[in-house]
């Protein structure tokens, strides 16, 4: 549906993952570039200048407020388990370095109890210029994972079923394939309970590793993709009442897209509440060689509370509105992921990642969070040059395209004047979720002024406000 000519939706998007929804009159956009001409002595007065592509935007909104006629419908939660990925994102191997969660490397830790040697703590066998050494990050490598042992990986809560006396379990079956190489990772319909055979093939047991300095075959079968389509399959086989479950593409922590490695799972009831967790973090074993075992990445949620989007029903007078937005701009601060300001228990203020743009200090959060803050902004308009021939318009959301072009931004050519920052590279439908990676679905930034105005008798407020678009936020 194109926007409509006699009202402007807008949406103001928050660190938890809630959106905003304002009626606006009257937008106006400002772009201030940084550069100006100054005359130069004995050059007949003409200017020169420098132009390093320094420059101020903002959105100056101006709406109203105004009491709900009808009870707005609650909405339902969304999280996104991503395999290809662990919490941490650190290098090989298994709690405190195990690059993808959804592969045997990581997932062997749920299935054996000990290391391969009775005497020996989980150390192994790594090679080092030349010399055996040990090393407690690799460890299980070297486990063979019991088949047939069945452990709860996986744990969710719903809106119906998320007061603490009644939780979902995804259980993972230990397999031990190796038929042709065929990945036999798959949702296990038979089960009683909800159960995803994983499969581990190509595995074996250093029995004489005292003495190599040769590591073993990596663990095959199982994979992020592979465990993703199993995993969705069993929810939707056998947790339909509560939740909806597709793989979804992913990106791992190098930033290469993974097809189909993660899972978007969407609640069947509308409402807040409900959660997701990868469980097993503190898996009890029979002795205490067997470390434990990473915890996938949550690309929804901060920590355990992963499910973001959720509303619940509501009716809400002009004056509730005003409140909601005059207590979260007046006290919000930013996430704690990239924050230099909020630090959640003293924990540290930096994020230690190499990330995309190869810094080792990252402001930019990635994650939902549990802050108010507001971080985003969705403005439509609407789009001729992207309808089809049964349309007029359709609506697409203003962008600001930012960024170096090397990373994504597309510069203007002969055959395409306005690169990737113009309207016909504008293809995302103005209803598409809003995220913090990129610029193709919103508007990254935060209101910097807000004011409201009300005229005694009259049963509208009416609001200015001002945004200003950010895409690192301290």
Not at 209 to 237: D, E, Q
């Amino acid at each position: 549906m194109a926007v409509a000519r006699n009202g402007y939706p807008i949406r103001l998007i928050q660190d938890n993952g809630n959106t905003i929804e304002l009626m606006a009159n009257r937008i106006d956009m400002n772009v201030t570039r940084k550069t100006g001409g100054k005359p130069m002595p004995w050059t007949g007065s003409s200017r020169y200048s420098f132009d390093m592509n320094i420059n101020r935007a903002m959105i100056t909104i101006q709406g109203v407020f105004v009491d709900d006629d009808t009870i707005i419908s609650g909405t339902p939660g969304t999280a996104i388990m991503n395999f290809a990925r662990t919490q941490n994102d650190y290098g090989t191997g298994f709690k405190w370095n195990a690059p993808q969660w959804g592969t045997g490397s990581n997932l062997q830790y749920l299935f054996h109890d000990e290391a391969p040697s009775s005497n020996k703590s989980p150390e192994i066998l790594r090679p080092g210029n030349g010399q055996v050494m040990y090393h407690h990050r690799d460890a299980g490598r070297f486990f063979l994972p019991t088949a047939g042992l069945v452990k709860p990986a996986i744990t969710l809560g719903s809106v119906t079923t998320n007061g603490g006396t009644f939780t979902h379990h995804i259980y993972f079956k230990s397999v031990i394939g190796g038929v042709n190489d065929t990945d036999t990772t798959a949702y296990d319909a038979t089960a009683s309970d909800p159960t995803v055979n994983v499969d581990f093939q190509g595995n074996h047991q250093i029995t004489n590793y005292l003495h190599t300095s040769t590591l073993p075959t990596a663990y095959k079968g199982v994979t992020p993709t592979s465990l993703a389509t199993a995993v969705a399959a069993c929810i939707n086989g056998k947790l339909s009442d509560y939740f909806s479950a597709v793989p979804i593409d992913v990106t791992d922590k190098n930033g290469s897209t993974v097809d189909d490695g993660g899972v978007q799972i969407t609640q069947v009831n509308h409402g807040s509440g409900g959660y997701v967790r990868s469980t097993g973090l503190s898996t009890a074993h029979p002795t205490s060689k067997s470390p434990e075992y990473a915890k996938c990445y949550m690309e929804t949620g901060y920590g355990f509370d992963a499910f973001v989007g959720a509303s619940d029903a509501s009716q809400k007078s002009a004056g509730d509105k005003v409140q909601d937005l005059w207590g979260i701009i007046n006290n919000s601060i930013p996430s704690a992921k990239g924050s230099l300001i909020r630090t959640r228990g003293f924990k540290a203020m930096f994020s230690w990642d190499r990330g995309e743009e190869g810094g080792w200090l990252r402001a930019g959060r990635t994650q939902w969070a549990n802050g108010d803050y507001i971080i985003g902004l969705q403005l439509p308009y609407n789009s001729m040059v992207q309808a089809d021939s049964s349309e007029l318009y359709v609506p697409r959301n203003f962008l600001v395209p930012v960024g170096k072009f090397k990373h994504g931004i597309v510069e203007g050519g002969p055959d395409n004047p306005f690169g990737n920052k113009g309207s016909e590279e504008n293809n995302e439908p103005a209803s598409v979720e809003f995220s913090k990676n990129g610029f193709t679905s919103g508007i990254q930034g935060t209101v910097t002024k807000f004011d409201v105005s009300y005229d005694a008798g009259e049963n509208v407020y009416v609001f200015t406000m001002i945004f200003a678009p950010i895409n690192r936020m301290w």
